[in-house]
Each structure stands twice: as structure tokens, then as C-alpha cells.
T-cell receptor
């Protein structure tokens, strides 16, 4: 069964460092998303991406965050200068087409900021 | 009023029990209703989704939606220890642009 692949599974970084989280969405999917989940809390929406541009973003997704689809397969989330409160699980998700927004999620990348 | 409300649990049941997980939502614009299962430190995994009011069955799982009362249920028959996870009720719209709204989910523990 097709799946969304995320790397790295766990990254530890120092506060202020830049981090790039990578995702390979399902190949024929057109909509891409990043969500995050702080330990013990609910899954929160960060950003959605369609047709090579951001279609929606949340208040969490400030200027420190950016997304990119550098080629036909990868979808990345960059955090320019990490803060302690960025420590969380980051989930990439994708959707084939408009209609029911039933997303397929990856296993997540755990980010630990020290 | 929160958009999605679920009892956080944990709900503890013995193996073989029938489990009922419930959820209420406030936004009548929601059209699709999804149940995701999330194991500890893993990504949400889609269990099933429904569109209209009524029941939808898939193996041991039955999803029930009552749009008039904005009430959603997930029933699990013959529960197994492998069903131990957090169950997330996630209503959604009909566009890829519309974001999903997650509650905290209900933690289920099935003991052997």
C-alpha cells in the first residue's frame, strides 16, 4: 500500500540551528500538508501546499517556517532558527485530489531542540 | 465551544469487549467524518471515514454518524490488545484546502 515517507525519524538540534524535515508524499497525490504534535497534546495544522504554493497556513507557521517542493517527489519543512518550543513530532500528509480531505499521514519526524 | 470534543480516557476494557468511542462536533459545515488511530509516537492512521448520517461497517469497526445531533461514534467489536491506541475523531470538509481539526482523542487500553 502506498505510504508517505518521512526523514529523519528523530533529530536532535541546538536552539537557534536550522532544521530541514523531509517528506516523500504518495506519488500521485497533489495536496501536501505539515502538522505537528507536541508531546501529550493534539495534532495541530501547520500548512497546506498545492500547485507549488502555500494554500493555507496556521498562526503557528510564522516566518521561521518555510516549505518547499524542490523536485517532483520531495516536500520539505524548514525551521530557520529553532526554539525549545519547536520540539514536537512533525507529520507530513498528502491527499490525491479535492473531494473528501481524507489525508494519509507519514510516521512522523521527532524534533528535539536542546 | 470546542470544534471537536472527545472524552480523553483512558478507556480500559478486557479483550473481547465491545468498545464505544464517542465524539461531538460544533461546525455543521463538516461533511466528512474520519476516525484515525494513533499508536504512541506514530502518525495518525486512517481507520475509516463516512459522509452521510448512518452506519458504515468495516470488519470489526462500525462508524455511526448523526448529523442532526452532531454526534459520531466508533464501535469496535471483539476488541484486541493491538487495538490499544488513541482514537481520533476528525471531521473534515470537501476540499483539499480545508484543514483537518483534531481533538485530543480517546485513549483505549485493551487488556489480555
Amino acid at each position: 500500500e502506498p505510504e508517505v515517507t518521512q526523514t529523519p525519524s528523530h533529530q536532535v538540534t541546538q536552539m537557534g540551528q536550522e532544521v530541514i524535515l523531509r517528506c516523500v508524499p504518495i506519488s500521485n497525490h497533489l495536496y501536501f500538508y505539515w502538522y505537528r504534535q507536541i508531546l501529550g497534546q493534539k495534532v495541530e495544522f501547520l500548512v497546506s501546499f498545492y500547485n507549488n504554493e502555500i494554500s493555507e497556513k496556521s498562526e503557528i507557521f510564522d516566518d521561521q517556517f518555510s516549505v518547499e517542493r524542490p523536485d517532483g517527489s520531495n516536500f520539505t519543512l524548514k525551521i530557520r532558527s529553532t526554539k525549545l518550543e519547536d520540539s514536537a513530532m512533525y507529520f507530513c500528509a498528502s491527499l490525491r485530489s479535492s473531494g473528501a480531505n481524507v489525508l494519509t499521514f507519514g510516521a512522523g519526524s521527532r524534533l528535539t531542540v536542546l | 465551544q470546542k470544534e471537536v470534543e472527545q472524552d480523553p480516557g483512558p478507556l480500559s476494557v478486557p479483550e473481547g469487549a465491545i468498545v464505544s468511542l464517542n465524539c461531538t462536533y460544533s461546525n455543521s459545515a463538516f461533511q466528512y467524518f474520519m476516525w484515525y488511530r494513533q499508536y504512541s509516537r506514530k502518525g495518525p492512521e486512517l481507520l475509516m471515514y463516512t459522509y452521510s448520517s448512518g452506519n458504515k461497517e468495516d470488519g470489526r469497526f462500525t462508524a455511526q454518524v448523526d448529523k442532526s445531533s452532531k454526534y459520531i461514534s466508533l464501535f469496535i467489536r471483539d476488541s484486541q490488545p493491538s487495538d490499544s491506541a488513541t482514537y481520533l475523531c476528525v471531521p473534515g470538509g470537501n476540499s483539499g484546502y480545508s484543514t483537518l481539526t483534531f481533538g485530543k482523542g480517546t485513549m483505549l487500553l485493551v487488556s489480555p
